[in-house]
């Protein structure tokens, strides 16, 4: 059995012992209503202190004011403000009246804005309207001028359709015939080239006749005798 190292052994146990205090600390606090009345007075007692000095130094750090009030369950009342809890509510209860006197007489160009939603929204619900009677459909509401002029704008919208559907095939009818002009021109280009390659191997094939037939029969067995050979 090898000999344990100590300092080393105890390294990796103090390692083992921070990380499982790691893991407790990272477990989280489940928030709910403590049952124990006296432990629930307690922490009352003590988180409200430390709220309290929170709003302290929110107020000297930022240099707000604050007004902190916290009713207990029995109804006592515990309140905060570095200047005057006065002070700070009249200051809300004057920034309420203020909103509540915009609401209730808003300005010029909310006035504007909402006239011309209005106008939009107006507009917008003609159009659907429109819309659908277009397509055939709430047609009982109207009498009979009615019907004659959405019978003419439909007729006057089909008119439109068909004649944009004309030019549409026609172009696709002219882009068409111009692939074709360039097709058959390709293929009158691609013919001329085979009939000249064609030409140029009947012409390969005659002159290489011609010179198979100059050449003597009686040269082509003999071997060629040079002036210096024996």
Do not use: W
């Amino acid at each position: 059995m090898e000999p344990v190292n100590l300092p080393q052994y105890q390294f990796f146990s103090s390692l083992e012992g921070c990380d499982n205090k790691m893991r407790m600390v990272r477990q989280k606090t489940q928030i709910k209503r403590i049952e124990n009345l006296a432990a629930r007075q307690v922490t009352f007692s003590k988180r409200r202190c430390g709220l309290f000095k929170k709003a302290q130094e929110l107020c000297t750090l930022c240099d707000v004011d604050i007004a902190l009030m916290v009713f207990s369950a029995t109804g006592k009342l515990f309140h905060y403000s570095p200047s005057s809890m006065n002070q700070v509510l009249e200051k809300r209860r004057l920034l309420q009246t203020r909103n509540v006197g915009e609401l209730r007489h808003p300005s010029q160009e909310m006035q504007i804005a909402s006239r011309n939603f209005g106008i939009l929204s107006k507009e917008l619900a003609e159009k659907s309207t429109a819309l659908r009677q277009m397509k055939g459909e709430d047609l009982k509401g109207l009498n009979l001028k009615e019907l004659d002029k959405l019978e003419a704008m439909i007729e006057s919208g089909l008119v439109k359709v068909v004649k944009t559907k004309e030019q549409k095939m026609l172009k696709e009818i002219s882009t068409l015939k111009e692939k074709e002009a360039q097709l058959m021109e390709e293929n009158v280009h691609l013919k001329q080239q085979f009939a000249m390659m064609h030409l140029c191997i009947e012409k390969s094939e005659i002159n290489l006749k011609t010179t198979t037939t100059r050449i003597p029969a009686s040269n082509l067995g003999n071997p060629i005798k040079f002036p210096f050979s024996n």
